[in-house]
């Protein structure tokens, strides 16, 4: 055995990828439908290939579904690898209590949580999906939010899912209008779910440039060049004219 052989990798620091999704009962029926089967893609075949291939990051995953409440779908003793995750199609009832998902993610935003890692992490991914208004008091969970410093510095994006999505809601959660993309349609909706969780992880858990840019800045980035990838596969699959606009269909 050659010294070469006996050289163990370096070990990757840790990123952790959020996923937030409402399940409130105004989600059932095609919204999330969609969004389970976006989400099985995604984890099962997409991130997968990612997190293999990234030198630099060991990508990791928790869910939350929020509704009447919140709870973990991934196991609530930290966030799990991809290849650990097995997908349990949501069901859509109840009320949108995204101020009790905020408190809730406060809570696990920390290096005594879901943040702990002997080789260090780098700033989280967090995505969050919703068709409605809030119904508990978000304001009040998302000021304890904005305190964490580790909310601060994530890549922040948030799906819209429908024109009755509060996205001035959505906005203030991503710091940026410019981090919110509606959706109208459900194949849209598993595109850029796939797309967003691909594109933010690469993007988190590379080195950076040597622009210093806001977490803010970097998360209209990824929206951009997410948008720019579905727009130039539109116009080279053909897809009956379709665009990244207001125009797509409707639920």
Not at 7 to 19: D, G, Q, T
Request: hydrophobic fraction near 40%.
């Amino acid at each position: 055995m050659s010294l070469l052989d006996q050289i163990a990798p370096a070990p990757k620091k840790v990123m952790v990828l959020f996923y937030l999704v409402d399940t409130s009962g105004s989600m059932s029926g095609d919204k999330i439908g969609a969004v389970n089967s976006a989400m099985e893609e995604a984890i099962v075949s997409d991130l997968p290939d990612i997190s293999s291939a990234n030198d630099d990051a060991d990508i990791r995953v928790a869910i939350m579904q929020f509704a009447s409440g919140c709870s973990w779908i991934t196991p609530t003793s930290g966030p799990v690898a991809i290849g650990d995750v097995v997908w349990t199609d949501l069901q859509a009832n109840g009320l949108t209590d995204l101020g009790a998902a905020c408190l809730e993610l406060d809570k696990k935003l920390s290096r005594h949580e879901y943040l702990q890692s002997i080789t260090g992490a780098y700033a989280p991914v967090i995505l969050l999906f919703s068709d409605g208004a809030p119904t508990d008091n978000w304001e009040n969970g998302l000021m304890t939010l904005q305190e964490n410093n580790w909310f601060k510095n994530a890549i922040k994006i948030a799906i819209a899912i429908g024109d009755d999505a509060e996205k001035g809601v959505l906005a203030k959660f991503t710091g940026t209008s410019e981090a919110v993309i509606t959706v109208h349609d459900k194949n849209t909706l598993k595109t850029l779910i796939r797309k967003v969780s691909v594109r933010a992880s690469e993007f988190q858990s590379h080195p950076k440039t040597d622009v210093i840019k806001t977490p803010e800045q970097e998360s209209q980035d990824v929206v951009k060049a997410v948008i720019t990838e579905i727009k130039e596969e539109n116009v080279n699959t053909d897809n009956d004219g379709s665009s990244f606009d207001e125009d797509w269909g409707d639920w």
